[in-house]
């Protein structure tokens, strides 16, 4: 019974191991585009009009992201530090996987333009992080001896996927905003030779990323219902 109990021990630590090195590298990934973005704007020519291919816009919108990826990468560390919550390793490394795609390779190199889907790929992506991370939550409230009420399995996944639709919404709400203030592109209403696009079309993406955020979202909350029904049956 001791070697298994070893050999887990030894797998956390290497993903633990990994997990750091791969904070770095993410983290000096959003520092480096920020000083040259900088630099640019200052020395350099951001005078073109071609939305998707590093115009003005496009070099704003990669600044307010990679600004922003530099607080949201240690929200993992805020939360445990104040709520004594700590993010499994693995989910820890699949969040910091999705930052480097959706800031670094999605803006800076433009993959959101170049790789088709790739917005429909990381949103999915996104909605099974967070529907996880919501199952996780209320799993760990629900255990909690001091609350009277334990969930049930069907509460725990409706939980889960309103606590998924409403991190999409929000960065939705975010991404509106932005737009507006700082005239970018993040909703996708421009296409990549700067045509900007009106009535439904326009609508299309926002709209996309919020289904495909409600699909994987429901997917996680399904898988999760009949697990916990399933932990729960054998417990009985």
């Not at 790929?121 to 009277?148: C, P, Q, W």
């Not at 409600?214 to 054998?234: L, M, Q, Y």
Request: glycine share 6%.
């Amino acid at each position: 019974m001791g070697k298994p109990q070893r050999s887990e021990a030894d797998k956390e630590r290497r993903r633990k191991r990994f997990s750091k090195i791969l904070y770095i590298i993410v983290l000096v990934s959003f520092i480096v585009p920020i000083i040259a973005i900088v630099l640019l704007m200052i020395f350099g020519d951001t005078s073109s009009n071609t939305a998707g291919y590093h115009s003005q816009a496009d070099y704003t919108l990669m600044l307010v992201e990679c600004i922003l990826g530099l607080f949201v990468i240690h929200i993992p560390a805020i939360l445990e530090k104040r709520l004594r919550f700590e993010l499994p390793t693995l989910l820890y490394i699949l969040y910091l996987i999705f930052l480097y795609c959706s800031i670094i390779l999605g803006e800076v190199r433009s993959f959101y333009y170049l790789v088709p889907h790739w917005d429909v790929f990381l949103h999915a992506f996104s909605s099974v992080m967070t529907g996880l991370f919501g199952y996780m939550l209320i799993t760990i409230i629900n255990r909690d001896e001091k609350i009277v009420v334990h969930l049930s399995p069907l509460f725990v996944a409706i939980f889960s996927f309103c606590f998924s639709v409403m991190i999409g919404s929000l960065w939705e709400i975010y991404e509106f905003t932005f737009d507006g203030l700082l005239g970018l592109n993040m909703q996708k209403y421009a296409l990549a030779d700067g045509t900007v696009l009106s009535g439904h079309a326009a609508l299309t993406d926002t709209m996309k990323d919020i289904i495909i955020d409600a699909i994987a979202a429901f997917a996680v909350a399904v898988i999760g219902f009949f697990t916990n029904r399933k932990r729960r049956d054998n417990k009985e």
